[in-house]
């Protein structure tokens, strides 16, 4: 069975300090890979999806990017946090043509 | 910006049947109706998804009308447990990205 892992489940970042946030997915061979945001009390923002390895559509122009090194890897950074980045991050897939399933989220605080 | 249209708010007694509507007047032919729900703190749980005939899981069921105007997830005995937030979602083919709105709060009491 499909299985999604992200990492790490919460994280406490300085304003200015770089941010890697990783997922993998496992089970399935070239999934559609998804980025989205929760910020506190509102509802989930699409930030990046890909459809393969080095194809990135970025839906919300901000401080944050996204990269797909490996077929099953999807990693969103940022190389200068601000307090509004602060929020539920949530990495997600989908076989082709199948539904978007979630993983666990990354809880960011930048402080 | 969300194509769909829910209630911010519903109660349901524990043991009764839970019925959350969502209007998508703009739907397109080929767009896809699917249902989610974020219980705190943790990511959305796929529960459903229709085109245009109804169906139904071991979750819920899921009513869309002829029209594809609008439609109704079915939790037929709500427990407490069901206590979340559920998204009602079109979209593209099953796969695409999909834009979520704010959802609507159910909360089940005893």
């Known amino acids: 069975s499909q299985t999604i892992h992200q990492w790490p489940a919460t994280l406490v970042q300085p304003v200015g300090s770089p941010l890697s946030l990783e997922c993998t997915v496992e089970?399935?061979?070239?999934?559609?890979l998804y980025w989205y945001r929760q910020a506190a009390g509102r509802g989930l923002q699409l930030l990046f999806y890909s459809v393969g390895i080095g194809q990135i559509s970025s839906e919300v122009p901000q401080n944050l990017s996204a990269s797909r090194p490996q077929d099953r890897q999807f990693i969103l950074s940022s190389k200068k946090l601000l307090l509004s980045d602060s929020g539920f991050y949530l990495c997600?897939?989908?076989?082709?043509?199948?539904?978007?399933?979630f993983g666990e989220g990354s809880w960011l605080t930048v402080v | 910006d969300a194509k769909t249209t829910q209630p911010t708010s519903m109660d349901c007694a524990e043991g009764r049947a839970a019925n959350l509507p969502c209007n998508h007047s703009t739907i397109s032919g080929n767009e896809y109706v699917y249902w989610y729900r974020q219980i705190h703190s943790q990511g959305p749980q796929y529960i459903i998804h229709g085109l245009k005939n109804n169906e139904t899981n071991e979750m819920a069921s899921l009513i869309i009308t002829e029209d594809r105007k609008s439609s109704t997830l079915i939790l037929p005995h709500a427990t407490l447990r069901d206590t979340a937030v559920y998204y009602c979602i079109v979209g593209g083919q099953a796969g695409t990205a999909l834009i979520f709105g704010k959802g609507t709060t159910l909360s089940v009491s005893s």
């Open positions: 997600a897939w989908s076989g082709q043509g199948d539904t978007i399933y």
């Open positions: 089970g399935t061979s070239n999934p559609n």
